[in-house]
């Protein structure tokens, strides 16, 4: 790829998954300044050896960086005795390539991020609160109907987005 096709194709991907990949990077090691960092970092690394390029699916590419580079983290932090073990969220140095079971609330909190706000909304105060519709409506201020709407377009655009990534195995979580 020429230069200059690199940099746009670069910044759209930048523009596309940045914030996605925070709320991702974010749910891993629970410090919103060190999810960013370490989202920046991995772009920039991309960036100068315009890996992006050689990539079929760049969304899927930039999950799993972006877990690597939090697994990263954590064992730096470790082995520099500056963290002790159990500190660290369950699971999270296992570099295994399957979906592991820490793995589903990140990658789901990550697809609700797509999500219209509204709808994103809803169906966080569902999954993430335990909320219930009631509850919700009351909250949000809206009808019960109204949030049974939401939670159902939530739901079909999740399991879109799921299957579009071959994600198909996160599906029965929701």
């Given at each position: 790829?020429?230069?200059?096709?690199?940099?746009?194709?670069?910044?759209?991907?930048?523009?596309?998954?940045?914030?996605?990949?925070c709320?991702?990077?974010?749910?891993?090691?629970?410090?919103?300044?060190?999810?960013?960092?370490?989202?920046?970092?991995?772009?920039?690394?991309?960036?100068?050896?315009?890996?992006l390029?050689?990539v079929?699916?760049?969304?899927?590419?930039?999950?799993?960086?972006?877990?690597?580079?939090?697994?990263?983290?954590?064992?730096?932090?470790?082995?520099?005795?500056?963290?002790?073990?159990?500190?660290?969220?369950?699971?999270?140095?296992?570099?295994?390539?399957?979906?592991?079971?820490?793995?589903?609330?990140?990658?789901?909190?990550?697809?609700?991020?797509?999500?219209?706000?509204?709808?994103?909304?809803?169906?966080?105060?569902?999954?993430?609160?335990?909320?219930?519709?009631?509850?919700?409506?009351?909250?949000?201020?809206?009808?019960?109907?109204?949030?049974?709407?939401?939670?159902?377009?939530?739901?079909?655009?999740?399991?879109?987005?799921?299957?579009a990534?071959?994600?198909?195995?996160?599906?029965?979580?929701?």
């Open positions: 790829m020429e230069k200059v096709a690199h940099e746009v194709f670069f910044e759209q991907i930048f523009h596309q998954y940045y914030s996605p990949l709320n991702y990077a974010l749910k891993m090691v629970k410090d919103p300044h060190l999810a960013e960092d370490l989202v920046q970092q991995l772009f920039l690394q991309l960036y100068e050896k315009q890996a390029s050689k079929d699916y760049p969304e899927r590419y930039l999950l799993r960086c972006v877990k690597f580079k939090c697994i990263d983290y954590y064992r730096t932090k470790k082995s520099m005795g500056e963290i002790r073990l159990e500190t660290i969220p369950d699971g999270t140095l296992d570099r295994s390539s399957d979906i592991a079971e820490e793995d589903i609330e990140p990658l789901l909190h990550y697809f609700a991020s797509k999500l219209p706000p509204k709808t994103r909304e809803v169906f966080l105060l569902s999954r993430n609160s335990g909320m219930t519709y009631k509850e919700i409506a009351e909250q949000l201020n809206i009808s019960i109907k109204t949030v049974e709407t939401q939670m159902g377009r939530a739901l079909r655009q999740m399991r879109s987005l799921l299957k990534q071959n994600f198909l195995s996160l599906i029965p979580f929701l």
